[in-house]
Nanobody, 126 residues
Framework: VQLQASGGGLVQAGGSLRLSCAVS????????IAWFRQAPGKEREGISA????????FYANSVKSRFTISKDNAKNAVYPQMSSLKPEDTAVYSC????????????????????WGQGTLVTVSS
């Protein structure tokens, strides 16, 4: 399974951006997809995840109510819609896939995913 994240760029604070994770080499409805981000000098953070059939989603507190994740199994793609962006959202965003949805009992998105794509840079200017 190969994943490719795209859609990053430069956006002003308060703006919106939609990223895309294109999946190939497998059927998307067999995989849960998670999004992670890593800012310079910071640890990788799981920010959103969606189940294989798209019926369950999770968000980190840092993005809850601002980000919405959706899945289009017909197009083999997952889209996080990001709004009300803040400078602290600046990071490299990447997507990952696995059969199970790796989220702990506290709702934290774990990084045990099997397949990872290269990231796309999002820069939010103040």
């Amino acid at each position: 399974v190969q994943l490719q994240a795209s859609g990053g760029g430069l956006v002003q604070a308060g703006g919106s951006l939609r990223l895309s994770c294109a999946v190939s080499g497998g059927t998307l409805d067999n995989y849960a997809i998670a999004w992670f981000r890593q800012a310079p000098g910071k640890e990788r953070e799981g920010i959103s995840a969606i189940s294989s059939r798209g019926g369950t989603s999770f968000y980190a507190n840092s993005v809850k109510s601002r980000f919405t994740i959706s899945k289009d199994n017909a197009k083999n793609a997952v889209y996080p819609q990001m709004s009300s962006l803040k400078p602290e959202d600046t990071a490299v965003y990447s997507c990952a896939a696995a059969g199970p949805l790796y989220v702990d009992y506290g709702g934290r998105i774990m990084d045990d995913y099997d397949y990872w794509g290269q990231g796309t840079l999002v820069t939010v200017s103040s």
